[in-house]
């Protein structure tokens, strides 16, 4: 049977975490053609942790922010598809046959550890199934939680757009009953655990700048914007579990935010870089020094890219002379790591203005540490 709901909408975005689901989320009106719960109903609470890799934040509300990581506290939003496994014949049916996703809220210390994951709870209750055989019941959750995909596509299949500024996760499908239920933890790697892992499918791009030489304002000025050119514009998920990146390439403008809290980066008057005058030009140290005096231009969660492929950026600088301002647009490239730019991963992108170049290097933090850094020379 399909399974038929009114979903109370929310928008947020997830990335690697543990959950456990439970119920109790908002009065909104249920049905539920396929669950058949007993006089001694038995409501499903899920358990989630956040993977190794960060995680999605929100406000409470509706406002969603970027980059979430374990510690995170506040309220979140996220979906689930659930299967009832076939009382005649046990098989499960398809995800094609699934009209639609069930909204549940998770709340609590996000954590990336089993033994500590923290609750789901489903906006309308969701129980086990009690019948005479074959009541199990599988779940897969993804994050945000958009309203238009309270139905799910062609397939089974979930497309989330790419904003630059949101965060994608998926989790992997697991399976419970009211014997073995979500959410339980026994011992590391024990086969009756029960914990969903949400995990992040883009990757986070950090960008700075700063100077090299004390002549690099004068040529360049004040950086205006920064955009990521030919970027898959939707995260599509079959579910459960295969990803790919789709649409017709378009140009990303950076996001405009600090990735620490997601306050505002000006660029009204221009963003100016810095020169440090306080490092000794041709010193070992100079450029971990010059990297620490960077400031902070925006973030950016775009689609993974593999080694072979290249990042290309637009970058924009106006200066004023007396009373001419002049618009410079320079087209960079950016040397992807071997690795490639890889989902679940957070990369520094330095900007080095210099008189004559803009030189990006990279480097990775964050989410999952990784050894690669990119520097341009602007």
């Known amino acids: 049977m399909t399974?038929?709901?009114l979903v109370k909408s929310a928008v947020f975005s997830v990335v690697g975490l543990s959950v456990v689901v439970a119920a109790g989320c908002s009065k909104a009106r249920w049905e539920d053609d396929s669950v058949s719960p007993d006089s001694g109903q038995v409501e499903i609470a899920l358990g989630a942790e956040f993977g190794v890799s960060g995680g999605i934040t929100s406000d409470a509300g509706l406002a969603s922010r970027a980059v979430i990581d374990k510690g995170y506290s506040k309220t979140l939003y996220v979906s689930f598809a659930r299967l009832d496994q076939i009382e005649a014949s046990g098989a499960y049916p398809a995800y094609s046959t699934v009209d639609s996703a069930f909204l549940a809220r998770w709340a609590g210390a996000l954590t990336d550890n089993d033994s500590q994951a923290t609750t789901v709870r489903f906006c309308d209750p969701k129980f086990y199934l009690s019948r005479s055989s074959n009541n199990s019941t599988k779940f897969v959750g993804?994050?945000?939680?958009y309203p238009t995909q309270t139905a799910l596509g062609a397939g089974g299949s979930v497309e989330i757009p790419i904003d630059g500024a949101t965060d994608i996760m998926l989790s992997e499908e697991l399976t419970g009953s009211k014997a073995v239920r979500f959410g339980t933890y026994v011992s590391a790697g024990h086969a009756n655990n029960r914990i969903f892992h949400f995990g992040h499918k883009l990757t986070q791009l950090h960008f700075y700048a700063y100077a090299v030489d004390a002549y690099a304002s004068s040529v360049w000025g004040k950086i205006k914007s920064i955009k990521l050119k030919s970027q898959r514009p939707t995260c599509k998920i079959v579910l459960p579990a295969a990803v790919s990146f789709t649409g017709t390439p378009a140009d990303l403008e950076l996001t405009k935010k600090k990735v620490s809290d997601d306050s505002a980066i000006s660029y009204t008057s221009g963003l100016a870089f810095p020169f440090d005058t306080t490092v000794t030009p041709g010193a070992a140290n100079e450029q971990t020094l010059r990297e620490a005096s960077a400031v902070e231009c925006g973030y950016s969660l775009?689609?993974?890219?593999?080694?072979?492929?290249?990042l290309s950026l637009l970058i924009v600088t106006e200066k004023t002379a007396g009373s001419t301002t002049e618009t410079i647009e320079t087209p960079?490239?950016?040397?992807?790591?071997?690795?490639?730019f890889e989902a679940g991963k957070a990369y520094n992108i330095f900007l080095r203005f210099?008189?004559?170049?803009?030189?990006?290097?990279?480097?990775?933090?964050?989410?999952?540490?990784?050894?690669?850094?990119i520097n341009i020379e602007m």
Not at 142 to 145: E, G, I, K, L, Q
């Open 302 to 310: 775009v689609a993974p890219l593999a080694g072979s492929a290249s």
């Open 3 to 5: 399974m038929k709901s």
């Open 142 to 145: 993804w994050y945000p939680a």
């Open 354 to 373: 210099s008189a004559v170049t803009i030189q990006p290097e990279a480097t990775i933090s964050k989410w999952v540490v990784a050894p690669d850094t």
């Open 332 to 340: 960079v490239t950016v040397t992807v790591p071997a690795a490639g």
